[in-house]
């Protein structure tokens, strides 16, 4: 496991999500304070609070906009640039881990109470949660980010 793995599972280990856990190993490289990082992303664990779209996922594209963002009027090639990039992430992700969102990665609808009682009694969380937290790290270490 690399250190920004371990990092970022230690910081999932703290109550924070899963998107909070992988843009903040990365944010320093691109300009943004940790606290920052942790403020922006805290609504995207659980998938949006939904079981939609995984954290761990939400989180990569965070930093793929910190560095890849289109942020110029008009520049169209960057804006390309970077839904390209994430296009690419998100179809890796998929290929790695069979789906990018919370509901299919966990076999489980965690916006129940049910499916949450499921995924706690399980303990995916602690488990399938940390795996994606360290695929998608993984990824963005591996695509040079």
């Known amino acids: 496991m690399s250190l920004k793995q371990e990092s970022a599972v230690d910081i999932f280990s703290k109550n924070f999500n899963c998107a909070q856990s992988v843009i903040s190993v990365f944010c320093d490289k691109y ?33 793929i906009g910190l560095k890849y963002g289109h942020c110029i009027e008009g520049d169209l090639d960057m804006k390309r640039n970077c839904n390209s990039k994430t296009i690419e992430f998100l179809n ?18 965690i916006s129940t109470p049910e499916g ?30």
């Open 31 to 63: 300009g943004m304070d940790k606290e920052t990082a942790l403020k922006i992303s805290g609504g995207l664990g659980g998938g949006f609070r939904s079981g939609d779209i995984c954290g761990a996922v939400s989180g990569a594209v965070l930093v």
């Open 92 to 109: 890796e992700f998929r290929a790695q881990n069979k789906a990018i969102t919370c509901r299919d990665i966990l076999q489980c609808d």
């Open 116 to 145: 949450m009682e499921e995924a706690r009694s399980k303990n995916l969380f602690k488990t399938v949660c940390v795996d994606m937290v360290k695929s998608a790290v993984s990824m963005l270490e591996k695509s040079g980010y």
